[in-house]
């Protein structure tokens, strides 16, 4: 196998499908912002890195979500969320990164800061991304997250919002821990969404012994992409469905090991999903809170998976045939990835 450097791997562009805005706050930006939101900052370098990110293993699901209401409250005015969707589009384009789909929830920043309504934060965000366009040569597009932990009247106004910026927003989304929520009771919500022009991905198959949801995220809600989706490994006819309807899978491989979907990074299923001919896709979900860019997922595959330049370029092939981009705007990035 050509062993591939750090360097070569942020060389290879790159088509990212899954990556929470809200979660993907520089680390030099939270340590600068902190202090003027009010967040008292630990003393030493690693007490700040214990306040707010994570670097290794956490408990389950639930304790990493937790985790992240530390950053939420650095999202506290418009000025900081147009600076963080700039600089989250930034990075990414210089980790190689040519199309790229931010995702966020309203509830989710409009819960940490209450002056700030679903308008002002998607037009903050947006202003931000319209600078990233106009700097740098990249495909930015949002989705829009319901959180499923949420009450259903409150998942209504989202979809509403999401409808009435359909111009702005690619796709709706569900997320958020699956545990005790079952997706069924969203679906006349999606298929609102999906008849006004949305496209649907939803957070599914994340948590162990997810798989069954999988099914129902498909069937019911109209996935098109399944955020995750990996537990379906341990679920031979829920894994056969989603090959024969053809859903491509954002997968994770860092985060998936963070939460512990996994206990390691060796027992992750992504090369195992791929030989089963699963359609797989690689992402990072809250390199934020992750500290990390996607590099370092690739990293991780071609150091414990093997993957070599050509698994990489076969997974951004079917992330980009599986964007939600309009093809007027991919095919403007056809011949710089394929060519």
Same mark, same amino acid.
């Given at each position: 196998?050509e062993?591939?450097?750090?360097h070569?791997? @942020?060389?290879i562009?790159k088509v990212e499908?899954h990556r ?11 340590? +600068?912002?902190?202090p003027?939101?009010?967040?008292p900052l630990?003393?030493t370098?690693q007490g ?7 670097t ?7 304790t990493?979500?937790?985790?992240f209401?530390?950053?939420?409250k650095v999202?506290?005015? +418009?000025?900081i969320?147009?600076?963080?969707a &700039?600089?989250?589009?930034?990075d990414?384009y210089?980790?190689?990164? @040519?199309?790229l789909?931010?995702?966020?929830a $309203?509830t &989710?920043i409009a ?6 309504t679903?308008e002002?934060?998607h037009k903050?965000l947006?202003?931000? /991304?319209?600078?990233?366009r106009?700097t740098?040569?990249? *495909? ?9 932990i949420?009450?259903y009247?409150?998942a209504?106004?989202?979809v ?8 702005s927003?690619?796709a709706l989304?569900? *997320?958020?821990n699956e545990e005790g929520?079952d997706?069924? /009771?969203?679906?006349p919500?999606?298929?609102? *969404?999906?008849k006004a022009g949305l496209?649907?991905t939803?957070?599914s198959g994340?948590a162990p012994n997810?798989? !069954?949801?999988v099914r ?7 996935? +098109?992409r399944?955020?995750h989706?990996?537990q /379906?490994?341990?679920?031979p ?5 989603v090959?024969d ?5 954002e997968v994770? $491989?860092?985060?998936?090991?963070l !939460?512990?979907?996994?206990?390691t990074y060796e027992?992750?299923? /992504? ?6 001919g699963?359609?797989? !896709?690689?992402?990072s979900?809250? $390199?934020?809170? &992750? ?8 990293e991780?595959l071609?150091?414990v ?7 990489f370029? @076969?997974?951004?092939q079917?992330? &980009?045939d599986a964007?939600f981009?309009?093809e007027?705007e991919k095919?403007r990035f056809?011949? +710089?990835?394929?060519?």
């Amino acid at each position: 196998m050509e062993k591939l450097y750090s360097h070569n791997i @942020r060389d290879i562009l790159k088509v990212e499908l899954h990556r929470h805005l809200d979660c993907s706050v520089r680390w030099s930006t939270l340590i +600068e912002l902190a202090p003027q939101v009010g967040i008292p900052l630990a003393k030493t370098t690693q007490g700040q890195k214990d306040q707010f990110l994570i670097t290794g293993p956490m408990k389950d699901l639930g304790t990493v979500l937790n985790k992240f209401l530390n950053a939420q409250k650095v999202l506290a005015s +418009e000025e900081i969320l147009t600076r963080i969707a &700039f600089e989250a589009c930034e990075d990414a384009y210089n980790d190689g990164v @040519r199309l790229l789909e931010l995702r966020y929830a $309203p509830t &989710f920043i409009a819960d940490g800061h209450k002056s700030l309504t679903y308008e002002k934060i998607h037009k903050s965000l947006h202003k931000g /991304i319209e600078m990233a366009r106009k700097t740098y040569p990249m *495909a930015i597009g949002l989705i829009c997250i319901i959180q499923r932990i949420k009450p259903y009247e409150v998942a209504e106004e989202v979809v509403d919002f999401a409808i009435d910026h359909k111009d702005s927003f690619l796709a709706l989304d569900l *997320a958020d821990n699956e545990e005790g929520f079952d997706p069924k /009771i969203f679906a006349p919500l999606f298929q609102k *969404a999906k008849k006004a022009g949305l496209h649907i991905t939803v957070h599914s198959g994340e948590a162990p012994n997810s798989a !069954t949801w999988v099914r129902d995220s498909i069937e019911i809600l109209g996935a +098109e992409r399944i955020g995750h989706g990996i537990q /379906i490994i341990n679920n031979p006819d829920v894994l056969n469905f989603v090959r024969d309807r053809k859903i491509p899978l954002e997968v994770c $491989p860092i985060s998936n090991y963070l !939460t512990q979907s996994f206990k390691t990074y060796e027992e992750h299923p /992504i090369r195992k999903l791929m030989e089963q001919g699963i359609l797989v !896709t690689i992402n990072s979900d809250d $390199p934020g809170v &992750f500290a990390t860019q996607l590099s370092d997922d690739y990293e991780v595959l071609h150091r414990v998976h093997g993957f070599s330049k050509e698994d990489f370029k @076969r997974c951004n092939q079917v992330s &980009f045939d599986a964007s939600f981009f309009p093809e007027a705007e991919k095919n403007r990035f056809m011949s +710089e990835f394929f060519g």
